[in-house]
């Protein structure tokens, strides 16, 4: 079946750093969604994409659905301690099927 | 305040045991879903609802049942069948079935002893 390979699996970075994450796919998508995930709750949209090329922004987080449909970006600037978590790239189909990455798990170190 | 809810946070249950868990939502979604995460995984679908009175099997459905006698609330039951029922379960819901956001519950943690 169609896969989502997110990207890294988890990164330590200092506070105030920038970080970037990936979704890639061999299939296209119509719809990607980001989310985070803090332990013990559920997964909180961050952001959703509509169309190729789309960039949209949402305070310091940034995400872009690929050219190629195949693939999303989720940025974030000037990290804080609260942006911990998992975050989740979300893929829907052509058959209006969501697919989920595994996740990256981000960690700050102060 | 419009939101999903599910309850409880935590459920211990001995193995062979039926449990249900409740997932209950005032957004006037018309589409509702179970996932189940393990740890290091990504999420995945159980049973799904696009409207009342129908629901569908996920891409892992065995051990599990739903129903959906009403739009606000979509129950699943774990059922003994299930082998390896222990795992962080997620309801979520949508306006319609399609391409349009999934907004997800708090979760429910299951341990079963």
């Known amino acids: 079946g169609q896969q989502l390979n997110q990207s890294p699996q988890s990164m330590f970075i200092q506070e105030g750093e920038d970080v970037s994450m990936n979704c890639t796919s061999s299939?296209?998508?119509?719809?990607w969604l980001w989310y985070k995930q803090e332990p013990g709750e559920g997964p909180v949209l961050l952001i959703a994409?509509?169309?190729?090329?789309e960039l949209t922004s949402n305070g310091r987080l940034t995400a872009q659905f690929g050219i190629t449909r195949k693939d999303s970006f989720l940025n974030i600037s000037a990290s804080i301690p609260s942006d911990v978590g998992i975050y989740f790239c979300?893929?829907?189909?052509?058959?209006?099927?969501?697919?989920f990455g595994k996740g990256t798990r981000l960690h700050i170190l102060p | 305040d419009g939101g999903i809810t599910q309850s409880p946070k935590y459920l211990f249950r001995k193995e062979g045991q039926n449990v249900t868990l409740s997932c209950e939502q005032n957004?006037?979604?018309?589409?509702m879903y179970w996932y189940r995460q393990d740890p290091g995984q990504g999420l995945r679908l159980i049973y799904y609802?696009?409207?009342?009175?129908?629901?569908q099997k996920g891409d892992i459905a065995e051990g599990y049942s739903v129903s959906r006698e009403k739009k606000e609330s979509f129950p699943l039951t774990v059922t003994s069948a299930q082998k390896n029922p222990t795992a962080f379960y997620l309801c979520?819901?949508?306006?319609?079935?399609?391409?349009?956001?999934?907004?997800f519950g708090p979760g429910t943690r299951l341990t079963v002893l």
């Open positions: 979520a819901s949508s306006r319609g079935w399609g391409p349009d956001t999934q907004y």
């Open positions: 299939s296209i998508f119509n719809t």
């Open positions: 994409l509509y169309k190729a090329g």
């Open positions: 979300a893929g829907i189909n052509r058959d209006d099927k969501i697919i």
């Open positions: 957004l006037n979604h018309d589409a």
């Open positions: 609802s696009q409207i009342v009175n129908d629901f």
